[in-house]
């Protein structure tokens, strides 16, 4: 570990003791070492935590606990919300070249499904058109054959 980094570090976490273990140990170490970061960490323990060691913490009302919480969660919600929007954009940001092509895919299987069951569908028409001659064809034979020479009203309706 180098001196400025050593010093860096000094002064954010290191006197605040809100450092890992194993970052502490480094800085430790280092400190035995180098007697300008010693006298460094030595003068900034003096002129920026001692002052304030004796010091009484104030305790503001509960209101102001209460609208800090409340400022929080607001802005974890706008968070919430742009990161959703930024996946959302991250998502749609594909390369023209790419959505061109899934467009003209999802097209042509749209195509093909439309089509498919419009052929089905005329399928399904011209079997029943079959059927239905089919039985015309057979009860115009059967009273031919049985000598009926009238029709109910549902053989004419059809014939």
Same mark, same amino acid.
């Given at each position: 570990m180098n001196c400025r980094d050593c010093q860096e570090l000094i002064l954010t976490d290191?006197?605040?003791?809100?450092?890992?273990?194993? @970052?502490?140990?480094?800085?430790?170490?280092?400190?035995s070492s180098?007697?300008?970061?010693? @006298?460094? %960490?030595?003068?900034?323990?003096?002129?920026?935590?001692?002052?304030?060691?004796?010091?009484? #913490?104030?305790?503001?009302?509960e209101s102001v606990w209460h609208n800090i919480k409340e400022a929080i969660s607001d802005e974890r919600s706008v968070?919430? #919300?742009?990161?959703?929007?930024?996946?959302? #954009?991250?998502?749609?940001?594909?390369?023209?070249?790419?959505? %061109?092509?899934?467009?003209?895919v999802v097209l042509l299987v749209a195509v093909k499904l439309t089509v498919n069951s419009q052929w089905q569908r005329m @399928?399904?028409?011209?079997?029943?058109?079959?059927?239905?001659s089919y039985v015309i064809d057979e009860i115009a034979y059967l009273s031919e054959e049985n000598g009926f020479d009238e029709l109910t009203d549902i053989e004419e309706y059809f014939l």
């Open positions: 290191y006197l605040d003791n809100q450092m890992e273990k194993g @970052e502490r140990e480094k800085i430790e170490g280092h400190l180098c007697p300008g970061c010693r @006298e460094f %960490a030595f003068n900034a323990r003096k002129t920026v935590m001692e002052p304030f060691e004796h010091a009484q #913490r104030p305790q503001p009302p968070e919430d #919300r742009i990161s959703l929007l930024d996946k959302l #954009r991250n998502f749609i940001a594909i390369p023209k070249p790419a959505m %061109a092509f899934v467009m003209i @399928e399904t028409a011209k079997g029943a058109i079959e059927d239905i």
